[in-house]
């Protein structure tokens, strides 16, 4: 890591029509990772991996087609991200999300989901901590999701995914999560 890599802050743009994530961090990622006031319209839907005809898609199991597309992601290790007075809608996959699939400690600290307007997102907030291989030292620590107005989860674009059943306001999944201090209050949902 560089020095030169930390406090990071991106504010007051508009990010729309984009097939991917919009703005997306992997591995351990810079400390203090700021997202302010921002938009994020239409965001997502892109083919991640194709492995031929999928007859169940977009019924049934997810089969050989994986679709994907977040407003803001973490994937992996952070320490500061703040995600703070954005305008998040019509997104595919997640709004904000920190997330991680890993056989080796990883820690996600310091995270501030506050005062967002999230709509038509199939979830509006998403976080996992998919602890593989006996793995137990990875831990979510202070995460906070307040004042945030989340409505209509699993309209919009987005529910035309192969899994219409799994849209959620907030989603953990059916992980572990293993956490310390994480707090959920004063949103409206």
Request: charged letters at 20%.
């Amino acid at each position: 890591r560089s020095s030169q890599n930390k406090d990071v802050v991106i504010d007051n743009l508009c990010f729309k029509y984009i097939g991917m994530h919009a703005i997306a961090a992997g591995g351990n990622c810079v400390p203090n990772l700021t997202v302010t006031n921002c938009e994020f319209g239409w965001i997502g839907g892109c083919i991640q991996t194709f492995a031929g005809t999928d007859p169940n898609y977009p019924e049934g199991k997810r089969g050989s087609v994986t679709r994907f597309g977040n407003a803001i992601e973490i994937y992996g290790g952070c320490n500061g991200y703040k995600v703070e007075n954005n305008y998040i809608y019509e997104v595919y996959d997640a709004g904000i999300t920190h997330q991680i699939t890993t056989n080796r400690k990883i820690m996600l600290e310091n995270i501030y989901y506050t005062g967002n307007l999230l709509e038509k997102c199939v979830y509006g907030i998403e976080y996992f901590l998919d602890q593989i291989e006996g793995e137990r030292e990875s831990c979510m620590k202070n995460v906070f999701m307040r004042d945030n107005f989340i409505r209509l989860s699993g309209y919009g674009w987005g529910q035309q995914r192969h899994n219409t059943h799994t849209p959620a306001l907030i989603k953990g999944w059916s992980y572990v999560n293993t956490g310390e201090n994480q707090v959920i209050e004063n949103n409206i949902f």
